[in-house]
Nanobody
C-alpha cells in the first residue's frame, strides 16, 4: 500500500517562497506519474503540477507556470514542489498523489481521477 506524507506548508507573505515535500513509501517507484493538487477554501481540488518519476519530465497548470517547480529525489523517494512568488490566491491545502497506471505524462496527468493514492495534505497560507 502506497503511503504519501506531505510536509513543508505554512504561512508566508505574498512574494515569498515555500518548498513542499511528499515522502512516498510502500512500493518501489519506477515509472509512475506523481502529481501535486490543491484545494482552496470553497473550491474544487485543482491540478498544480505533475512529474514523470522515471524521466523527470514535468507539466504545470498555467496559473503556476514560471513560479512553481516540481522535482523528485529517487534516492529519498520524495517529491518536491518549490513555490516562488507566492500570491494570496495560492492559499490552499496542497496534496501529492500517485498515478500508478500511466507510463508517460499526458494531458490526462492533470485529471484528479487518474490518481490512485493521495496524501493527507499540507496547508499553505499566503498573506497579502
Amino acid at each position: 500500500q502506497v503511503q504519501l506524507v506531505e510536509s513543508g506548508g505554512g504561512l508566508v507573505q505574498a512574494g515569498g517562497s515555500l518548498r513542499l515535500s511528499c515522502a512516498a513509501s510502500g512500493r518501489t517507484f519506477n515509472n509512475e506519474i506523481m502529481g501535486w493538487f490543491r484545494r482552496a477554501p470553497g473550491k474544487e481540488r485543482e491540478f498544480v503540477a505533475a512529474i514523470d518519476w522515471r524521466f523527470g519530465d514535468s507539466y504545470y497548470a498555467d496559473v503556476v507556470k514560471g513560479r512553481f517547480t516540481v522535482s523528485r529525489d529517487k534516492a529519498e523517494i520524495t517529491l518536491y514542489l518549490q513555490m516562488n512568488m507566492l500570491k494570496p490566491e495560492d492559499t490552499a491545502v496542497y496534496y501529492c498523489a500517485v498515478d500508478q497506471k500511466a507510463k508517460f505524462l499526458t494531458s490526462r496527468s492533470g485529471l484528479e481521477a487518474e490518481y490512485d493514492y493521495w496524501g493527507q495534505g499540507t496547508q499553505v497560507t499566503v498573506s497579502s
